[in-house]
């Protein structure tokens, strides 16, 4: 199967930056699309980021101008580059791909999340 494993979160002040990191292990076979959401408590899952395999990347209004997603697909790793952060940020943070996967087929897969908190 597929195994995600993020991280690079943690407590920042107002303006800061992290770096999240995602690596993909397992049985793939090729990734299509991978992308960052956030959870923040009492509000549902929303899309931050994402970016094909051919490069293409998209961004929520929020993040824009402030984040940037990037990918290494000879290493199944998608990063995210977040500056100027903001206490709005603050979120549990997931990645997730969309893959084929031996046996399985094409399948999207997500991790285990990790948390950025941004706060003076």
């Known amino acids: 199967q597929v195994q995600l494993v993020e991280s690079g979160g943690g407590l920042v002040q107002p303006g800061g930056s992290l770096r999240l990191s995602c690596a993909a292990s397992?049985?793939?076979?090729?990734?299509?699309?991978m992308g960052w959401y956030r959870q923040a408590p009492g509000k549902q899952r929303e899309l931050v980021a994402a970016i094909t395999n051919g490069g293409s990347a998209d961004y929520a209004d929020s993040v824009k101008g402030r984040f940037t997603i990037s990918g290494d697909n000879a290493k199944n790793m998608v990063y995210l580059q977040m500056n100027s952060l903001k206490p709005e940020d603050t979120a549990v943070y997931y990645c997730?791909?969309?893959?084929?996967?031996?046996?399985?087929?094409?399948?999207?897969?997500w991790g285990q999340g990790t948390q950025v908190t941004v706060s003076s």
């Open positions: 997730n791909i969309e893959a084929w996967v031996l046996y399985n087929g094409r399948g999207d897969y």
């Open positions: 397992g049985s793939i076979l090729s990734i299509h699309n």
